[in-house]
Nanobody
Framework: QVQLVESGGGLVQAGGSLRLSCAAS????????MGWFRQAPGKEREFVAA????????YYEDSVKGRFTISRDNAKNTMYLQMNSLKFEDTAVYYC???????????????WGQGTQVTVSS
């Protein structure tokens, strides 16, 4: 298993930007497709974006497409989520995970971080 730690969350006004980071340790980071998920209060966890082993392929849910950018630096064992034009409805706890399959869609098994809170004020 790989251990994951998210950081970079915080409070931001609508229209603002944040950059989340996910630092990995343990198993070889470059051996995993990676993804970002989020869970808003009272709602189920939802898939946000994913990135392939090499970083060449990415996937975004429609709700964030054009506003969020997922990337990774395998040399630093770190994945990122650049979030621009943030909306109130982006407020959630954001999690990074290896629960992503080779088609860059969620899968039931994987490692999860503890999450980082993103709050967007309207």
């Amino acid at each position: 298993q790989v251990q994951l730690v998210e950081s970079g969350g915080g409070l931001v006004q609508a229209g603002g930007s944040l950059r989340l980071s996910c630092a990995a340790s343990g198993r070889t980071f470059s051996g995993y497709n990676m993804g970002w998920f989020r869970q808003a209060p009272g709602k189920e966890r939802e898939f946000v974006a994913a990135i392939s082993l090499s970083g060449r392929r990415t996937y975004y849910e429609d709700s964030v497409k054009g506003r969020f950018t997922i990337s990774r630096d395998n040399a630093k064992n770190t994945m990122y989520l650049q979030m621009n034009s943030l909306k109130f409805e982006d407020t959630a706890v954001y999690y990074c995970s290896t629960a992503v399959d080779d088609t860059l869609r969620p899968r039931p098994v994987g490692s999860w971080g503890q999450g980082t809170q993103v709050t967007v004020s309207s």
